[in-house]
């Protein structure tokens, strides 16, 4: 796919088309994006739900939105492990894709997210659940959260559109909400598989000042780790899926028997 095409994809929504170039609501003093502008550029991003769901997963098909959602809650039941009991907290939680599967799941899911647009398409999706809350982020940091106050965290499809700092950032912020024993798990398309080194090519072909501000940038499964190592986790696992790197790691229990 040539970088026109992958734009339309990636753009979704009239704003983001190349021949109207890529929107960037924040330019530094050499006119370049500022891709971290991540309120300004999400919040734009999801204006309408049917923006809001194309710069989720690339459709409006509610069916394989559906289906993709409930995928990845599957995975995160099977593999990371969340009980009736645990208090869940997904950052950069979008229209409520994965949440909608796991709010049945848990005591209580709490959705956060940079774009305020997104969280009100996520309480309308998730409007029959009871035990679900909405949190508006800075963009950086999981401020409105208490330390050790949440069971599981985790964070899908989100690492590509935020810079280094900021992935580390969230890893960081997990570590604190999280409860001693609880568990974090995030994502990003893999550099290192055939998938995610064609996304990176396809990628590369955007001439500079049409790069959008959210393009898909990979990382190593050993960036993932470091990130989570560094911040203190233990038990590391890892998940090479066709596209996405999948990493989850459990915060230390300090002594307690009874995690
Ligand atoms: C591709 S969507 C994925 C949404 C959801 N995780 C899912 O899998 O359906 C990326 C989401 O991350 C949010 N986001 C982008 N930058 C963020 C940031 N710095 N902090 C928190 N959320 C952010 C966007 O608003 C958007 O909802």
Redesign the pocket.
């Known amino acids: 796919m040539g970088w026109r095409a992958q734009a339309t994809r990636l753009g979704g929504s009239s704003q983001l088309r190349p021949e109207n170039g890529c929107r960037s609501l924040t330019r530094g003093v050499l006119g370049y994006a500022v891709r ?1 502008d ?2 300004g ?3 734009a ?2 204006e309408t739900l049917s923006s ?1 769901k194309m ?3 690339g459709t409006e098909d509610e069916t394989v939105f559906e289906t ?2 409930a995928g ?1 809650a599957g995975f995160l039941l099977d593999n990371v492990g969340i009980e009736s009991t645990d208090i869940v907290l ?10 909608k599967h796991l709010a049945g799941r848990c005591r209580r899911w709490i959705g ?4 305020p ?2 969280l009100e398409f996520a309480a309308e999706r998730l409007r029959d659940f009871p035990n679900v809350e909405f949190i508006e ?4 940091d999981l401020q409105p959260l208490d330390n050790n106050s949440i069971d599981v965290v985790y ?4 690492f ?3 810079e280094s700092w ?1 992935r580390y950032g ?1 890893v960081e912020e997990a570590f604190r909400v999280l409860r001693p024993g609880g568990k974090l798990y995030v994502d990003n398309v893999n550099l290192c598989s055939d998938a995610g080194w064609s996304i990176f090519e396809t990628h590369r072909q955007f001439p500079l000042s049409r790069r959008p501000d ?1 393009i898909t940038v990979c990382s190593t499964p050993e960036e993932l780790r470091e990130y989570l190592r560094r911040a203190g986790f233990e038990h590391l696992q890892s998940r090479p899926g066709e596209e996405l790197i999948s990493v989850w790691g459990q915060k230390p229990n300090f002594g307690n028997a009874n995690p």
């Open positions: 971290s991540y309120k550029v999400w919040t991003l999801s809001a710069h989720v997963s993709s959602g990845t997904e950052i950069g939680c979008g229209v409520g894709r994965v949440g956060a997210d940079v774009s647009h997104m982020l800075s963009g950086n964070c899908t499809v989100v590509m559109h935020l900021d969230y959210h």
